[in-house]
Every structure is written in C-alpha cells, then in structure tokens.
C-alpha cells in the first residue's frame, strides 16, 4: 500500500512540474539562464525524491517532503503563469468591438416619452442603420436625417424635431460650447451600439526593436472605454527597450491640426478622437511625419482605479493650490509645494488641473506626463505589487483599449528581467500661439484653437525619431 502510494505520488509530481515548465514556457517570458535553472531545480528535485523513496524509512520521510515542496512550486508557478496568459490574451490586441452610446433627447417642456414622439432627428454617419435599428425596436415614428450636429441641434431647439437621437459624445459637446442649455433638456432613453472591427491577427514579435505608442485619454465619464469620445490627453510613447529609454510627448487637446480623411477647416486634435482612435493615430503620425506603431485608448476612470491599485502615488508639485476638477471620479485635492501623496481620485484632479496656472493646458499636459511616469515608475520598482499579483492583472486588463499584441509584452518582460535597471524616462511637450478659428466640427462658429508652433512640432519630431 505504501509503494502505491509513493507511486502516485511520484507520477502525481512529474506530471506537474511537466504542466507547470510547459505553461512557464508558453509565456516566452523567463530569460534563458533563469528557465534552464528554474527547470534544473525541478528536475533535481524529482530525481532526489525518487531516489530516497527506495532507501530508509527517514530518508523516505525527506523524499516525502521535497515531493510535497516540488508539488507546490509546480503548482504556484501553474497558476501564476496562467493568469499572466489569461490576462496577456484579453488584455492586448483587445479593441476588437467598438462601443457608441446613445441617447434620445427630448426638450423638458414637451412631456413626450418613448412612446409618443411622433418623429426624430439622427446625424448621417457610418453605422447609422444599425443605431435606428436598435432605436426602431422602441419607437414608431418617422426620421430626418442630418449632416451635421449643429444643424441637428438647432431644428431640435426649434421643435422641426419632436426629438433628437444623437451619440452622448457628440451631445457633451453641444453643451460644453454652450450650443444646448442642458437644464432645459431631458434623456429619455439611453442605449449602447456593437460593432464588430476588423482586427488583425495578434502578430508574433520576435525581436525587440524601439517603437512609438500613441496614448489616447478619452474624456468620457463612462465606465467602459467608448470609441468615439474626445480626446483630452494626447501623447506620444517612444520607447527604446535596448537602450531602457522612454520619450513622453504630449500635445495640447486645442492643438488646431488637419484631420486625416476630413477635407477643408482644420480642427482641434481633441475632435480627432470623435472619428475614432485611428483617424487620431493617423493626424498624429502626419503632424510628426513619423510612425505611430501601436495606440493605447484610456477613460478617466482608469486612471482611478490604477493608481488605487498600486497604493497611490507620489508627485511633486511646483506650487500649492487646491484642484478644481471634482467630478467624474476626481477628488478636489489640496495640492501643497512639494511631495505629494495622491489617491487615485487625486491624481486625476490633479492630472486634469489648468486653472490653477497662467499657462493653462500647457502646464496640464505636465502634470499629465508626471502621473504617466509615477504609474511607470511604481509599476516597475515596487516589490508589493508582486504580493497582489494577480488581483493587479485582473484590474488592468478591462481598463484600456490596445492594439499591442502580447508577444510584444512578453519581450519587455523578458528583456527586463535579463536588466532590472530602470528606464531612463524624458519629457518633452510642443505648444502654440492662442487663436480663434472656424473648425471641422464647428464650421459656422470660431472656436478657441493653438496654432502648431512649427519650430516645437519640428524639434519633438526629431527628438522622437532618434528613439524610434
């Protein structure tokens, strides 16, 4: 009965420490030296197992125990290397599905509700049909169909519409430029659209070469990201993973630059990001004349919940004012000169603050960068997060939107374990003269806009290009 049960207990131990070095492995993670001792060590330890279960009763006892002891690496290793595949596949190349809310609006002072409006007005755009066919499944009224919003909006106010059907985002910014009083305005329903993208194959990455991420801050107050939102931060990730550089540039939302695949008035980049999050990569790409390899589509809420994830974060401040942003997951903060501890609702306070300085968005976008390299730099150096290490990759994975494929993940984590020494992280930030123009978005009305100062767009190009 006790051979049968050493037995067991010996396949029992083989079998796992196989599963767990095939999972390890499958991740393309570990560097070479550090997986040919890791399989040392498990292979050592089966040998020396089988070989003191045929010698004494207290040499059998040892054998018994470095079996349970080797039971329980394979084990820890298995899970540990499979929430890390799990998270690697959901987590990148993982935009497959755009999400567009919806709402229909009714004025306050009409009483109407779903089942009385009598007709709509909708914006003309791609997937049209399949919004007022979702919509269609409600109502029973008649349409009309518009080109743009401002002339959707104002056939509303002026009751040629019983009601309107329009994307929330594009209704955020008819209030934000004050084209709808909001107070006199209510939703009456509310709906999300799926649409399926064509995405591409999460390619193999096999060589570690410098590359550049554009990152997307959406300004929607949603807990999911959506696709078609304004953009409010907007920079440039360069990075050099053989030297361990990183460049951080960031450019102004207001920046008044030509729209890839939109012809005649310019517009800010912030509207970019309404067209989608390619049509934001390609402005990008033809402001710098470079090559933006991957994106990184982020909402405001994710900025919360990472830095609460990691215990906070610290940052020094330049001045001591208190934030005035409070809203969509921020935190007023007292913000004093010098180091700070911030929450996550503080550091989006703080990341979002330009009122509190003459320079406005200009100095936003710094105090962006330096959330951007805090995250990084508490990701990278603090050995706690490896104590919530799974709870940290089941947060991470449902706040963003990426088209980075996880082979390229792998290499990064590889090549830092090959040198744990940290990135060396620079800023840099272009800027502009202060105007007031017609829009693509807004054609009938000037707009705050930056006009490009064309030496700062030519200097952060070069800079950029010496990285990747």
Excluded at 145 to 159: G, V
Excluded at 166 to 173: E, H, P, V
Excluded at 267 to 273: C, S
Aim: glycine share 4%; aromatic share 10%.
């Amino acid at each position: 009965m006790k051979n049968i049960l050493k037995i067991v207990l010996s396949i029992l131990t083989i079998i796992l420490s196989i599963v767990c070095i095939v999972t390890i492995k499958g991740l393309n993670m570990l560097p070479n030296k550090y997986f040919i001792i890791f399989i040392s060590v498990i292979i050592i330890f089966n040998l020396i197992s089988l070989l003191l279960y045929t010698k004494k009763k207290w040499l059998n006892i040892i054998g018994l125990v470095i079996s349970i002891i080797t039971i329980i690496i394979s084990l820890i290793g298995y899970y540990y290397g499979n929430e890390t595949i799990d998270y690697l596949r959901h987590a990148f190349n993982n935009d497959s599905v755009e999400i567009s809310e919806y709402g229909v609006y009714v004025l306050k002072d009409s009483n109407y509700d779903l089942s009385s409006i009598k007709n709509f007005g909708y914006l003309n755009e791609e997937n049209s049909d399949e919004t007022l066919k979702e919509l269609k499944k409600r109502v029973n009224a008649s349409e009309n169909a518009y080109d743009d919003m401002y002339s959707l909006a104002h056939d509303f106010l002026d009751n040629k519409v019983n009601s309107m059907l329009l994307d929330k985002t594009y209704y955020n910014m008819l209030v934000d430029e004050k084209e709808i009083d909001e107070s006199k305005v209510n939703i009456i329903y509310s709906f999300n659209v799926e649409i399926k993208k064509n995405v591409k194959k999460d390619n193999l990455v096999d060589e570690l070469k410098p590359f550049n991420i554009f990152l997307s801050g959406s300004d929607a107050r949603s807990n999911y990201i959506a696709s078609k939102t304004r953009s409010d931060v907007n920079m440039i990730i360069s990075v050099d993973p053989k030297n361990k550089k990183v460049l951080l540039t960031s450019i102004p939302r207001d920046y008044y630059v030509s729209v890839y695949g939109k012809t005649g008035l310019k517009d800010k980049l912030t509207h970019a990001g309404i067209y989608g999050i390619d049509t934001s990569v390609k402005t990008v790409e033809n402001l710098f004349d470079i090559k933006i390899d991957y994106y990184i589509k982020v909402g405001f809420s994710s900025v919360v919940e990472v830095v609460d994830l990691l215990g906070g974060i610290d940052i020094e401040s330049d001045k001591a004012f208190t934030t005035y942003c409070g809203d969509g997951g921020a935190i007023k903060t007292n913000v004093k000169k010098g180091m700070n501890h911030f929450s996550g609702g503080e550091a989006l306070s703080y990341a979002r603050e330009r009122h509190a300085y003459a320079l406005g968005d200009r100095h936003r976008i710094l105090n962006q960068q330096q959330v951007l390299e805090a995250v990084i730099s508490k990701i990278t150096t603090d050995k706690s997060i490896l104590l919530k290490y799974d709870k940290t990759l089941s947060s991470l994975s449902k706040l963003y939107k990426t088209n980075i494929p996880s082979s390229l993940i792998s290499l990064m984590v590889k090549n830092q374990l090959e040198d744990m020494s940290a990135y060396k992280i620079e800023r840099q930030s272009v800027s502009g003269s202060d105007a007031s123009m017609n829009t693509y978005t807004a054609p009938s009305k000037k707009r705050y806009v930056m006009i490009p100062y064309e030496k700062d767009v030519k200097r952060a190009s070069e800079n950029i290009k010496k990285y990747a």
